[in-house]
């Protein structure tokens, strides 16, 4: 069973560019989480997609949105970039629709973005 | 508010110690679960345990135990007689049932097997 795909894995992108990530979650997942991993925030929520639909959503500005497609694959997209947007960001897939806090996530290797 | 503490941010242990990795998490709820994730140096994070607010049991898996209390607050994780290959960041995390499938993770602890 193919895991969770992330691509690009790197990406150097300049001040003021916008930039698209991808994720393909695990066949049969419908839930897509996006998270932000900084050294110094840590590890921050960005939104939760299920079913095509926006369910949750981090503290983040409106310059980070997302979507996902009928087949649950979902990307992410930042516009303005600011070199504080540099990060790994992480995709993780869960399984099934309801009860899904006692689940866990699977997580793809990271996009690691880099603002220049 | 910070919701999950991890107060250890590196340990280094020599091969075949055994070694404990401490949690403190922060909530509301009556009903939420807690984790571990791994990360190494490629990036993903890897789940190891799971745990719901209701079970209180602690267990063991191979080498992976670890130590729920609800009155301290605590979710420890302990990993057996370790090796090299556990070399990497581990990170503790909380889901709510209010704030559904949100992670608040911690600051990771960075552990370091020296062979």
């Known amino acids: 069973k193919a895991g969770v795909t992330q691509t690009p894995r790197y990406l150097i992108k300049t001040r003021g560019q916008q930039v698209t990530l991808s994720c393909s979650p695990i066949?049969?997942?419908?839930?897509v989480s996006w998270y932000q991993q900084t050294p110094g925030q840590g590890l921050q929520f960005l939104f939760e997609y299920f079913s095509e639909t926006q369910r949750n959503k981090g503290n983040f500005p409106g310059r980070f949105s997302g979507r996902q497609f009928s087949n649950s694959r979902s990307e992410m997209n930042v516009s303005t970039l600011e070199l504080g947007d540099s990060a790994l960001y992480l995709c993780?897939?869960?399984?099934?629709?309801?009860?899904?806090?006692?689940?866990?996530?699977?997580f793809g290797q990271g996009t690691r973005l880099t603002v220049v | 508010a910070q919701k999950v503490t991890q107060a250890q941010t590196e340990i280094s242990v020599v091969e075949k110690e055994d070694v404990t990795l401490d949690c403190v998490y922060e909530t509301r709820d009556t009903t939420y679960y807690l984790f571990w994730y791994k990360q190494p140096p490629s990036g993903e994070l890897v789940f190891l345990i799971r745990r719901n607010s209701f079970d209180e049991q602690n267990e063991i898996s191979g080498r992976y135990s670890w130590n729920f209390q609800k009155s301290t607050s605590s979710f420890n994780f302990t990993i057996t007689a370790s090796q090299v290959v556990d070399s990497a960041v581990y990170f503790c995390?909380?889901?709510?049932?209010?704030?559904?499938?949100?992670?608040?993770f911690g600051t990771g602890t960075s552990l370091t097997v020296i062979p």
């Open positions: 993780a897939s869960r399984a099934q629709g309801t009860g899904l806090m006692n689940t866990e996530a699977f």
């Open positions: 066949s049969g997942h419908r839930s």
């Open positions: 995390a909380l889901s709510e049932a209010r704030t559904g499938n949100q992670f608040y």
